[in-house]
């Protein structure tokens, strides 16, 4: 039997503590449906009057933590109320709130500056105090989206980068538990709170894996983590994949009649589909972040959609997944950003996300953290111009050297784009820095025939020849890029002669519609004809 793991780290807490791990960074995100506890999206946002009823309800929260505290534990709660009664805070975010930015993303891009300056600086007891900030600023953040933090099983070794000191005050101690950080400080208030309460505590592990409920191990005195066999240490920088999306299947699994080989993926259209992906049967060729959030307080939360998006890359094992950044604007409105200018101009995808930054940065941390987890690539949608990608994938490195100051695991994806503009279609040979192309044709036919986009007018279906003829002219202009096609023709039998003759050998398509179209395939040639006696 393999010998358990010993992990050396620093002691924060003397002491020895076993239990189940719980894994901090790992929050189970439940659905707007699945929270009763949650305000409804409509209540959930607002203006400087919905901040300010927040901060109060976290100041109330805190006070009720420090009812009977000790002394040091008083002081460091006084100490966030202070913050959070910080004049200077509250003008910072009501500034960004009055250059049109939403009161969510205005109090998030506050927060998370004072934590940069905090975590750049050069002296110990300044760094330590970062997770204070982080602490007060989920709280609020909490507050606005009427989701308080939950408690962890008593018993429990806590794991995590870090811990924030209310989470600790809140926690029943009773009943035994540690904590190993993979980063942490001895001077931060998590560590003095553990010695005055003789919680076995250690710091700096590094990043390691685990699984909840896990048995282990976390021995203070010595200054080391024990873990059951078959954990391991994760490295710290971890290259870039190739892009997702290869058109070479496992095993030669699915092939044309005449034995060309057909990568045959599905889309993921809502979290719930998430448990029903068979890893041994497909990848995820287009999963559409937008249905796993509900509202501007989903999409200023970098830890939920982390969660959602390692949640999927876990579940696909070693298939590819590509994640779809939010589509959003136009006639896909997000409850709470109705009244951004950006939306009432007319904006969508992309244009959207680039005018406001602030979104498209929280979901470009979490899907830079999710990429470590396994096979992820990123699609940009609508897009209609080179230079739009290329400002997307500087935002991603600027978010990428954030995470990487602060010593959080990431890695960079490769990141492509929906072809659903006719625009875009005809120019593909220009978009050089993209990694891969996948064809949208919901959006492709609407813009060709000049129909509605759910139009079931049968002037649409007449421009199929059309899409056809532009998706194999777009096709030639990939220059062996890996290319796709992931929209609703995809998973229609009838279109399948034209989409292979196109030289399209990837699809991705609703699971209801996987065997109609690997059925389809098999009877099919590479050029799209009927294999003899079919």
């Not at 991603?396 to 006719?422: C, D, N, Q, S, T």
Request: net charge negative; glycine share 10%; charged share 25%.
């Amino acid at each position: 039997m393999a010998e358990p793991l010993r992990l050396k780290a620093k002691s924060a807490s003397p002491g020895i503590a076993s239990g189940p791990a719980f894994l901090a960074e790992e929050p189970k995100a439940p659905s707007a449906a699945e929270r009763p506890d949650a305000a409804p999206a409509s209540q959930a946002v607002g203006g400087y009057g919905a901040l300010e009823k927040a901060i109060d309800i976290s100041i109330g929260e805190l006070e009720h933590l420090a009812d009977g505290a000790d002394a040091e534990s008083r002081d460091i709660i006084d100490f966030q109320i202070e913050v959070l009664r910080d004049p200077s805070i509250a003008e910072a975010t009501g500034a960004r709130m009055e250059a049109d930015e939403n009161v969510v993303f205005a109090w998030v891009a506050t927060l998370d500056a004072y934590i940069g300056e905090l975590e750049a600086a050069d002296e110990e007891p300044m760094r330590a105090r970062a997770v204070d900030i982080l602490d007060i600023k989920n709280r609020v953040l909490g507050a606005l989206a009427g989701t308080p933090i939950a408690d962890f099983p008593p018993g429990s070794v806590f794991i995590g980068k870090d811990m924030e000191p209310s989470r600790f005050l809140a926690h029943d101690w009773s009943k035994g538990g540690g904590i190993a950080l993979f980063a942490g400080s001895t001077a931060g208030h998590v560590a003095l709170l553990a010695r005055a309460k003789s919680v076995p505590m250690v710091i700096g592990t590094g990043r390691f894996s685990a699984v909840d409920g896990d048995p282990v191990s976390v021995d203070g005195n010595a200054g080391a983590v024990i873990l059951q066999a078959g954990s391991m240490l994760i490295p710290p920088l971890v290259p870039a994949q190739e892009p997702a999306g290869d058109t070479q299947t496992t095993g030669g699994e699915l092939r044309t009649a005449d034995g060309v080989p057909i990568l045959l993926s599905i889309n993921i259209n809502d979290p719930a589909e998430i448990d029903a992906l068979d890893p041994a049967t497909a990848g995820v060729g287009l999963m559409r972040s937008e249905f796993s959030i509900t509202s501007v307080a989903d999409a200023a939360n970098e830890e939920r959609q982390l969660a959602i998006y390692r949640r999927v890359l876990e579940q696909a094992g070693d298939r590819a997944v590509t994640i779809r950044m939010l589509d959003i604007g136009g006639d896909k409105p997000l409850a709470g950003l109705e009244d951004l200018p950006a939306l009432a101009s007319g904006l969508r995808g992309i244009r959207l996300l680039l005018a406001r930054p602030e979104i498209a940065r929280v979901q470009a941390r979490a899907l830079l953290r999710a990429a470590v987890f396994g096979r992820l690539s990123v699609m940009l949608p609508m897009v209609t111009f080179p230079d739009e990608i290329d400002r997307m994938r500087e935002l991603f490195r600027e978010e990428a050297e954030k995470l990487g100051r602060r010593a959080l695991l990431h890695r960079m994806p490769p990141i492509g784009i929906m072809v659903e503009v006719p625009a875009a279609a005809l120019m593909l040979d220009t978009f050089a820095s993209a990694a891969f192309f996948s064809f949208g044709t919901n959006d492709l036919t609407q813009y060709l025939a000049a129909s509605a986009r759910d139009s079931s007018d049968a002037d649409a279906g007449k421009a199929t020849p059309a899409v056809l003829r532009l998706i194999a002219q777009a096709v030639k202009l990939t220059a062996g890029k890996p290319v796709s096609i992931c929209g609703d023709m995809a998973g229609n039998p009838s279109y399948l002669p034209g989409l292979l003759a196109a030289g399209l050998r990837h699809f991705s398509v609703a699971p209801a519609r996987r065997p109609a179209i690997r059925s389809a395939i098999i009877g099919l040639n590479a050029d799209g004809t009927r294999a003899a006696g079919e």
